[in-house]
């Protein structure tokens, strides 16, 4: 279970980020939905570890690996996708933790490594001679793809992700929508997802949270937002959404 | 390459003063102190007492003092009149002990006078003088219209112009500063009328001058001599005596004569004073001639690109840390970029001359200087790299668990590498331009050729340091523009 308690954060914005109390349960896709600066970001980052709340809590229960993705994938544009891929393990393995490149030889990396990242590529769709190239030298579906393999390089036990699928083509988006959420079926992750589409909330949320102005306008399962709509808000953006079909 | 060792090896030996038999001469920028400080080295050279170091030319009065002071040099050739009034700040008086006890009392000593009287003059135009019926000092009185061009000696100091003026009874309205050696082409050209000059100056003649009487007797003495520190006479007791010997041996018209071989012959002055040494028949005059020909262009460009590599290197060895650091500790870095900016809003000849009190004259200071100038472009590059790199960036790094230092090592580096590397490029093309001052105080480079082309009024002489360094700048900029590898 996963608990925010009395959680207060000032940003620089006219609001600040208000939640007196919410919980979501492990193993489930939740989605946060709001309009453009609603606090959603706020709250994922606040999650993930790299906000800190000025006031309240947050528990994660017995969840302690955070995987994080951005939207294009974060990658960053000087080392090739297999650099990009292998930052993770560098990180976590000291023998390299104190390197001063980002370079690697091929020799020094293990055979779990190798495997790890084959599987990895396996998993998002994505051929082995991909990883030899830059970010810009692929697509924009790719970069995601790449983006979500590093993300979960480490067997993380919760993701949080942030409008992944924004900025893509719709053929490149409905294609990846699909294998994403293949991917956690199969993964059984705890998965945050923030983002202003209400069809991408709807495919992927088991719950749904909206925010408005950092504070918490409803909260709950998928069935029970949609059914029960608590104002013109929610029921406006269910509506963007279209034909809600899971 | 080997030039460079070369170099290196000569600027070691400029250092090690320690050793006993070796002493080095001064002189300040002008031509006649060139020679005189010529014919003193090439009479120690003979004597073979000591070996001789050759730090002629180093700049004005302040300069040369403050490094006999320091033992950055052991003599070099003095006035009379300028310790007085610029040195002491006393008014002189008509007896000579009086200046030598003052001297004892600041430790040093001044050798007998050379016989040459090079007072303060006042010089204008032939065809003027004829015009306008002027040829005494008082004349002026009745020609205020003349537009004066003077040197900043003449002009700042209090018993100078403005004493003149008093003692004589007018005042100039037109008066511009100019240096010494522009004056004489700026007058010839008439866009000025009237100049400071020195009695025994070689120009005058050449430039068809005509000199005003000194009819009220206002002008003091400028007797020349070699001025030592007191220990000298003790430390090289028979240089010390053949010193003494050349007293009354150049007489004004003698030593207008030798400058005049100088300026309008253009004979080298080792030559020059050679030929004035007659009497030490010496038999390698060609190696006097080769030792002061020694501006070969390879030798000055390697001189110039070690003082520029040896101080690019260490600004940017100290300046990416210090933007680093800026990037990290935003509070203490802005004091460290507002302390780089200051340093960059000194004008470089005073940061030279302030340096010599604590580290001399030399290759070294030079260094010093060129590496605090260098230190802004460098230290705001590697800043404001890191600043530029989008934010996201170092998000993601955390969020995936990097630590600090990776983060700034593998990502936030390389991400800003173009401002650093823009930082090192504009910091490269300042300080190939800063490096001609170097010569000013010693620290040879292609200004060598600029200040001795200033010196003897040489429009060509300074081309060939000008020149070369503009090359020298564009070519540098063109190397570091074609390695940087932008990021995609």
Not at chain 2, 243 to 259: E, P, T, V, W, Y
Request: charge should be neutral; aromatic fraction near 8%.
């Amino acid at each position: 279970m996963i608990r925010v308690h009395e959680l207060k954060y000032q940003s620089n914005s006219k609001w600040s980020l208000d939640i007196p109390s919410l919980h979501w349960s492990t193993s489930q896709t939740h989605a946060i939905i709001g309009l453009s600066g609603s606090g959603k970001t706020t709250l994922l980052k606040i999650l993930q570890g790299l906000l800190i709340p000025t006031h309240g809590t947050v528990s994660l229960g017995n969840l302690k690996s955070r995987g994080y993705v951005i939207q294009e994938g974060g990658l960053f544009p000087h080392l090739t996708l297999k650099e990009n891929l292998l930052l993770p393990f560098r990180s976590a393995n000291p023998r390299f933790a104190k390197s001063w490149s980002f370079r690697y030889k091929e020799e020094d990396l293990s055979v779990a490594v190798k495997d790890r990242i084959n599987y990895l590529l396996d998993l998002v769709s994505l051929p082995p001679d991909v990883l030899r190239r830059f970010p810009h030298e692929i697509s924009g579906g790719q970069r995601q793809r790449i983006g979500v393999a590093r993300a979960l390089a480490l067997d993380p036990e919760l993701i949080l992700m942030d409008e992944p699928l924004a900025a893509l083509d719709p053929l490149t988006k409905w294609e990846l929508k699909k294998d994403l959420r293949d991917i956690f079926d199969k993964l059984k992750k705890t998965v945050f997802m923030v983002t202003h589409d209400m069809n991408v909330a709807l495919y992927f949320g088991h719950t749904l949270t909206v925010l408005h102005e950092g504070r918490v306008v409803q909260s709950g399962n998928f069935e029970e937002v949609v059914s029960h709509p608590v104002n013109d808000l929610v029921q406006r953006l269910l509506e963007s959404g279209g034909s809600v079909q899971k | 390459m080997i030039s460079v060792f070369r170099f290196l090896y000569c600027g070691l030996l400029l250092f090690s003063w320690s050793a006993e038999a070796q002493i080095t001469v001064g002189s300040k920028m002008d031509t006649e102190g060139r020679i005189l400080a010529e014919i003193v080295s090439q009479i120690a050279e003979t004597l073979g007492e000591t070996t001789v170091i050759r730090k002629h030319g180093m700049g004005g009065t302040g300069i040369v003092y403050e490094s006999l002071k320091s033992r950055f040099i052991d003599l070099y050739p003095e006035y009379t009149g300028t310790l007085w009034k610029t040195v002491l700040k006393k008014t002189p008086t008509a007896q000579e002990k009086s200046l030598h006890d003052e001297l004892a009392a600041l430790g040093l000593n001044l050798s007998e006078p050379l016989g040459f009287n090079n007072t303060y003059a006042l010089a204008l135009r032939q065809e003027d003088a004829q015009k306008r019926n002027l040829h005494r000092i008082s004349d002026l009185k009745s020609n205020l219209d003349l537009r004066a061009g003077f040197t900043p000696e003449f002009l700042k100091h209090p018993e100078n112009l403005s004493a003149l003026e008093k003692h004589y009874g007018f005042k100039l309205p037109h008066i511009r500063s100019l240096d010494h050696g522009l004056a004489y082409e700026a007058v010839a050209h008439s866009q000025i009328d009237l100049i400071d000059a020195y009695s025994t100056d070689g120009k005058i003649k050449r430039f068809g001058l005509k000199v005003l009487e000194d009819d009220q007797h206002f002008f003091p003495d400028y007797q020349a001599a070699f001025l030592v520190r007191a220990d000298f006479p003790d430390l090289y007791p028979k240089t010390w005596k053949a010193i003494q010997k050349l007293r009354g041996s150049l007489s004004s018209d003698a030593m207008a004569g030798l400058n005049a071989r100088a300026e309008i012959d253009r004979i080298p002055i080792p030559t020059i004073a050679h030929d004035f040494l007659q009497k030490s028949t010496s038999e390698n005059q060609l190696s006097f001639v080769s030792r002061y020909i020694n501006l070969e262009l390879a030798e000055t460009t390697a001189a110039h690109l070690f003082l520029v590599l040896v101080s690019m290197t260490a600004a940017i060895v100290v300046g990416i840390p210090l933007g680093i650091f800026s990037y990290l500790l935003p509070k203490p870095g802005k004091v460290i970029l507002a302390l780089c900016g200051v340093i960059q809003t000194v004008p470089s000849l005073a940061l030279l001359c302030f340096m010599i009190p604590w580290i001399g004259i030399g290759v070294l200071p030079s260094l010093v200087a060129l590496f605090l100038y260098s230190l802004l472009p460098i230290v705001r590059g590697a800043y404001s790299g890191l600043m530029e790199v989008n934010p996201r960036y170092r998000e993601v790094s955390q969020a995936i668990g990097l630590h600090p230092r990776q983060t700034l090592f593998w990502i936030l580096l390389p991400l800003g590498r173009g401002a650093i590397w823009n930082g090192i490029c504009v910091s490269a093309v300042i300080n190939v331009g800063t490096a001609t001052l170097a010569a000013f105080i010693g620290g040879g480079g292609y200004g060598t050729y600029i200040v001795t082309g200033l010196a003897l009024n040489d429009i060509s002489m300074i081309l060939n340091g000008a020149i070369p360094a503009a090359i020298l700048a564009l070519v540098l900029h063109a190397i570091l523009r074609r390695t940087m590898v932008y990021p995609a």
